[in-house]
Every structure is written in structure tokens, then in C-alpha cells.
């Protein structure tokens, strides 16, 4: 106990911006708590708006700052502006909270701040770090692969040849192979120009030291290797944040355990897990195909049905009609699920995702194939890599229909092939392990980061 506070105090505070979204909130909190048990303090400067939840955190220090952003619930469509807004009204709230707390450590002789952390995606600190004179790091918590593809879209649209037939072409897009051009994070969300603008925003030059990247060499070393290539400073790919970090919630929304108990109950590999994150929505009609399939798949199923993620107040009449009947016990469904512990748990032998990047690397990490449907952006991207290049997934193509599904869960559940997957997504989990353990590429990197920040 001492010697941690011995340690504690020879180490800096580091200042870390999450971008709130639950996405990035817990990345940014997992890489925390990394750097916390290797003695910095932790500070986090968040918005208001989607506060992370300080007693889930009580070693760190969470100051809030006023975004004069309305608490609403924000889908896909609105996250790019969104995203614009927050960098427009959070700069100068921001700069003037992080000068009163660099005034107050030279005052009362506190540890220094050695640096500040932050979410690609709150570029505005870029300027702030400047002016308060402290160094500055980007969290990226996309995957490697995803930078390299927003690349490529700035170079199809500098040739003139991102048009609206990108969204349906199966062309290759050149140099990222096995992407196609309609994989590319060209997104539903927002018109090509706020796209564009965002993708600018993100990669401008900066005066930011280093990158963290929430990802690995076991998964992403060619696109790893490229990117280093590009940068002019140094990348670090200390991933799967999770399973390096101790571990603890970081939830904006009540985890529902009862899927716990009923996961008890169900046989070893057998339960398909259904989840498509913090901000993908369906219509009633998708939700429909989803249900009828997983009902007609007689394959047991645990389904978060986020609060606002169906597109129509009255979808819970649709699941009352017959399919509560022909899914008796077989199935569970909740608001919000424990998904680590979920994807950790035996019985579960499927994920069927919109291959966010968390949840991607959550699954991996479990040694859990997928069924993905990528319903935006970088999770096309994701889907791609998890069915054509780890080989660990099979991507739902088209628009949700319940045969479609039905064949799909059967493949992955039953068959030889979903057997297949399932062995080479265990060992991409033993791979991820030896990577993140004493002398693994990920833990060299944590390293060689912590070192840069001492030496600041
Ligand atoms: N998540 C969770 N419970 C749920 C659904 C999701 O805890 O019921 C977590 C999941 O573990 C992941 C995050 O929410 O860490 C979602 O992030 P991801 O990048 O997968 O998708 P996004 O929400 O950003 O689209």
C-alpha cells in the first residue's frame, strides 16, 4: 500500500477528454484506469451532456464541464453535427477549466500535469493543449484499418470518383483489399459534405505527440505498419483496451444482470447474443425479420432492445403477436446488457453485432464468431475484416429478411463452418493474450507510451 503511493506520487496527472459517447467513453475510461494502475493520476474533463458515472471511477478526478448542449437522445443521423457542435461550444469552457487547473498546481505545489488525452473526435483540444503550453495525445477508437479507409475516401473524392454509386459498388477499393467501395465509412449519417468535413476535421495536422490506437498487431499489423509509415509521430497500439485495463463498468445506462441467470440456465455454446449498440436504430419492419428469424432458428437468444433503438413507439405489440409463444424460454430479452460478462459467459456462442469496434473487440476477445450487420461507418469496415480477413464472422448483406437470418444463425450456430469460426476466433483469443502479456507487441507499446509521458 505504501510503495503504490511511493509510485503514485513520483507520477503526473494526465487529463483525459472522452468524446461522450458510450463507445468512446469506454476506451477512454479503460485507458485510465490502465494508466492509473501504473501510478499517474487521473483526471477527466467531460461534458455534461452523457456524463460518465464518477463512482464507478472513485480514483479518479471528474471535473464537468457546462456544453450548453440539451440532454437528448441522439441517433446516427444526428451524430455528425452533433459532433461539430460539441468542438464549436466546448473549446473556451474548456481551455478556461484546464488554465484555473494548471495555475492551481503551480499555487498549491500539486503533481504537474504531464499531458492531455483526447478523443479524436474533440479536435478542439488540439488548440487548448496549445494554449495552456502542455503536450497532447489522440485516442483513436476506431480500428486501425478504418483510418486507412477514411484516407482512402479523401483520395476517391480528390479524384473525383466518390459518387453516390460508391454506396452499392462491389469494386476493390485499391490498396485495401478485401474492401469493397460500398465498405467504406462513406456512412447513412449526414450528407457526404458533413462527412467529408468531419473525416478533415479529425486528420488534420495537429500538434498532438503521439496516437494511442485501440487495436493490436495479432489483428491490424499491414494497416499498423502503413500508418506508421504516414505519421509523423509516433503510433501506439496498446488494444484490446479492455482486457488490459482492470475491469469495471463504465455504463450510461442501468446494465440489466438477470441475463446472467438466465444465461445459467442454457447449454454450453449455445445462445446467439443480439446486440447493436449505443446508436444504431431499426424499423419496425427490420425488428420483425429479426425476431421472426431468431424464433424460426429455434436456437436459444439473449436481445438488447435499446431503449429508442425502433424507430416506432409501438414495436413491443409487434413481439406480443405469436412470438412471445414461439419463443417460450428459448429466448431473453433486455434494455441494456453486461456485454463483457455476457460475451465471457459459456453459454454463449454467437454474436450477432453491428460490428461497432468495441463490441467487435469484445467478441474477439472472447473467442466469440459473428453474425454482423453493420448498420453505419467504420462498422462496414469491421464487418469486412471479421468475415474476409480473420474469417470469424458471416455478413449479413442485404436488408434484414427472416430466411436470411434463420440461415444465418444455423450456419453459425450449428454447422461445420460456424464450428470453424468459432476455433479460429479461440485462437485469436489466445493470440490477443500472449499479445498483451510480458513481451507481446501491445504490451511493448503500453511501455514505450507510459515512457514518452515520463519523459514529457
Ligand atoms: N454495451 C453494453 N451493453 C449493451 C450493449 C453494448 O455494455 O447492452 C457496450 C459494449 O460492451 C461496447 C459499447 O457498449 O463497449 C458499444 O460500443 P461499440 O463501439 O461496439 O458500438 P457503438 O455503441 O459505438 O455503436
Redesign the pocket.
Known sequence: MEMEKEHRSSHPRLVLVPLP????I??MLQLGSILHSKGFSITVLHTAFNSPIPSNYPEFVFVSIPDNLSEQLIS?DDLLPFISLLNLNCGVLFQECLAKMVQKQEVENEPSIACIIYDECMYFCDAVAKYVKLPSIVLR?TSASTYLSRNAILQLKAEGVLTSQVSTSQDLVPGLHPLRLKDLPVSKIGTPEIFLQFITNIYKKRTSSAIIWNTNDVLEQPSLREIQKQCQVGIFPVGPL?EVAPAS?S?L?K?DNSCITWLEKQKQNTVLYV??????SVDKKELGEMAWGLANSKQPFLW?I?PGSVDDQEWKKLLTEGFVEAVGENGCI???????E??AHGAVGGFW??????????SISEGVPMICKP?FGD?RVNARHASQVWRIGIQLENMCERGEVERAIKRLMVDKEGKEMRQRAKNLKERIQLDIREGGSSYNSLNELIELIMSF
Open positions: 459517447f458510450q463507445g468512446h469506454n476506451p446516427a477508437t479492455h463498468s455504463s445506462i446494465e446486440s447493436l449498440g449505443s446508436l444504431a438488447v435499446r433486455v434494455k441494456w446488457a453486461p456485454q463483457k455476457v460475451l453485432t453491428h460490428c461497432g469496434w468495441n463490441s467487435t473487440l469484445e448498420c462498422q
